[in-house]
């Protein structure tokens, strides 16, 4: 039945290496176990703001690792950002890697091109791709398409192989992209501190906090993907900007309660109240959501890094470590910060309350104002004056001149 409506091979996991399955059950288990330990703990309640400092150093400590690490081990840039030739090729029976690669050593000699020696090859583990067993994608320095690519397909014929794809990038165009890369994410950090700003009553302070964990869960991920050995190209840009959305959308939800809680506390007629156990509750208020919104967008990139092809693994690698260090940052970073930067905030929150308040009496008071005003039937006649109503009525009506009329006229005898 299933060859018939054409989903046979979607079932075929014999591919599927038995330890990725295993790993992806392993991290499911670890994701229900860290939504009931957010729920435990929520109504234990935590003092997360109370040893804030203790995750301001854990955050410094890390960062300071990543980017020593990132120095040691050095950037490896794709071929969007630094030029090349990407090549896709696909062979009808089994090849090893080690085959491939000795055949573009061989190449390398017989093209007088010795950067072919040091090509990327990279197995694409997807099964029966238009009838290839093996799928490799090859990555080199440019490559002239119209003499080098040919002969590099009459060399594949040899092992039974099929160019089926190729990319070339210039210098200047990856430049260029690098460039378009860095402005995209520029903009992108600036957008959010103005759009905070705007959302929370022109305090910009929201926006300085939220991009200060943005910034952190920049670091964070940028670093771990490249002690991973992962390329950076465009799907890495793409994945970049993906979390840096997720990652305010955590930290406005939190500021939010926060707002929340303080104007419950003042409307109540409380001045003298402790902002660090009312930011501490608030952050209680949201772990359960932020822990579990963190989950659920994890539990699909999971499958997909474990059990998918891949091609899909380094963006789906990049998005868990954004995804995870976005919630960390939004609730051990941002809402800490909102406590440290108190004088700043605190303030103009209690005034801009006031001012909500002041216009919410004004509205009450000008409906109080209309609702006791007399209601005319018929809003288009306007009233005369006075005067002019007197000198009406004292007029007489056609009516009674008729009937003096004809009492003044003689009868005829």
Known sequence: MFELLGIANFLDFSDINPVNIALFLGFVVLAFLASWLAGYYQRKGTRIIYHRKIFFYFSGILILLLLIGVAVKGVKLGIDFKGGTLIQVGFREEVKEAQLRDLFSQLSKDLNKPNLSEAIIQEVKLANIKGFEKLYIIRTQPLDTKDDIPKIREALKKLNGEILKVESVGPTISKEIRRNALIALLI????????????????????????????????????????????????????????????????????????????????SGKRDFDFEALVNESVNQTITRSVNTAISSLLPLIGIYFLGGETLKSFSFAIMVGFVSGAYSSIFIAAPLVVTLKRYILPAELRKIEEDKEIERQQKLMQAVSMTMPVQDNPSEVSAPEGEKASESSKPSKKVLKKKRRRAKPKKK
Not at 241 to 248: D, E, F, N, Q, R
């Open 188 to 267: 992108a950090l600036a957008a959010q501190v103005v759009y905070i700003a705007f959302r929370f009553g022109s305090n910009i302070f929201y926006g300085i906090i939220a991009d200060i964990a943005l910034i952190h869960d920049v670091i964070v991920m940028f670093g771990f993907y490249v002690l991973a050995g992962k390329e950076i190209d465009s799907s890495f840009v793409a994945a970049l900007l993906t979390v840096i959305g997720y990652s305010v959308m955590d930290s406005i939800v939190i500021f939010d309660r926060i707002r929340e809680n303080l104007k419950k506390v003042v409307d």
